[in-house]
C-alpha cells in the first residue's frame, strides 16, 4: 500500500509560479514511476507529466515548456514546478504512483490550483 500527500497548491495570478510537492509512504518509491494529474470542472482527468525511476520525463503538450517534474528519492518526494501559468490550468492536481509489476496504481488526494487575476 503507498499513500501519497499532495501540498503546495493554491491561488495565483496569470504568469505566476507554484510548485507542488507530493510525498510517498513505502519502501518503492525510487523504482516507481510517479505523476501528476489534473481534473478541470467538467473534463476528464489528464496526464500533466510523469518520471520514470530511471528519470525519463514526458509532459502534456499544453504544459512543455512551462512545466517541469522532478524527484528526490531520498525524500520519497515528487515534485511539480509549474511556471507561466495560465487561467487554463485551473484544475485539482493529483499525484499519482505506478510500481512497476503490480498492476495497481495509487492516488494522493488532490490539491487545487487556481489561476486567476
Known amino acids: 500500500q503507498v499513500q501519497l500527500v499532495e501540498s503546495g497548491g493554491g491561488l495565483v495570478q496569470p504568469g505566476g509560479s507554484l510548485r507542488l510537492s507530493c510525498r510517498a509512504s513505502?519502501?518503492?518509491?525510487?523504482?516507481?514511476?510517479m505523476g501528476w494529474y489534473r481534473q478541470a470542472p467538467g473534463k476528464q482527468r489528464e496526464l500533466v507529466a510523469r518520471i520514470t525511476g530511471g528519470l525519463s520525463t514526458n509532459y502534456a503538450d499544453s504544459v512543455k515548456g512551462r512545466f517541469t517534474i522532478s524527484r528526490d528519492n531520498a525524500k520519497n518526494t515528487v515534485y511539480l514546478q509549474m511556471n507561466s501559468l495560465k487561467p487554463e490550468d485551473t484544475a485539482v492536481y493529483y499525484c499519482?504512483?505506478?510500481?512497476?509489476?503490480?498492476?495497481?496504481?495509487?492516488w494522493g488526494q488532490g490539491t487545487q490550483v487556481t489561476v486567476s487575476s
Open positions: 513505502g519502501s518503492i518509491f525510487s523504482i516507481s514511476t
Open positions: 499519482n504512483s505506478l510500481p512497476p509489476n503490480s498492476g495497481v496504481q495509487y
